[in-house]
Nanobody, 126 residues
Framework: QVQLVESGGGLVQAGDSLRLSCAASGRTFSMYPVGWFRQAPGKDRDFVAAITGSGGSTTYADSVKGRFTISRDNAENTVYLQMNSLRPEDTAVYYC???????????????????WGQGTQVTVSS
């Protein structure tokens, strides 16, 4: 069982940066790959980035590749999403999620993830 809590959202201007954090409970956090997803009003929940349990592999949505970086510190039970060069279209509620289907499996599907945080709002003004 993993509990996740996101933080770090806020209101920024286009071109600014934000770093989101996803703090997890549990002693075996390194066994859980983690993904970040986002959901804008009236839209589906979209994949943003994911990282394996060890942090050795990552994958990104094309829309954020080169601007966002996912990383993790398993000693601190925390996953980060560094977001640079933010755009108004990045505005959404951002969620982190974890699954227990294998520490090396990177999934872009929200249906793969068993545990979800409550979300943190990111708003980018133009």
């Amino acid at each position: 069982q993993v509990q996740l809590v996101e933080s770090g959202g806020g209101l920024v201007q286009a071109g600014d940066s934000l770093r989101l954090s996803c703090a997890a409970s549990g002693r075996t956090f390194s066994m859980y790959p983690v993904g970040w997803f986002r959901q804008a009003p009236g839209k589906d929940r979209d994949f943003v980035a994911a990282i394996t349990g060890s942090g050795g592999s990552t994958t990104y949505a094309d829309s954020v590749k080169g601007r966002f970086t996912i990383s993790r510190d398993n000693a601190e039970n925390t996953v980060y999403l560094q977001m640079n060069s933010l755009r108004p279209e990045d505005t959404a509620v951002y969620y982190c999620a974890a699954h227990s289907r294998g520490s090396t499996w990177l999934s872009r599907s929200s249906r793969s993830y068993d545990y979800w945080g409550q979300g943190t709002q990111v708003t980018v003004s133009s």
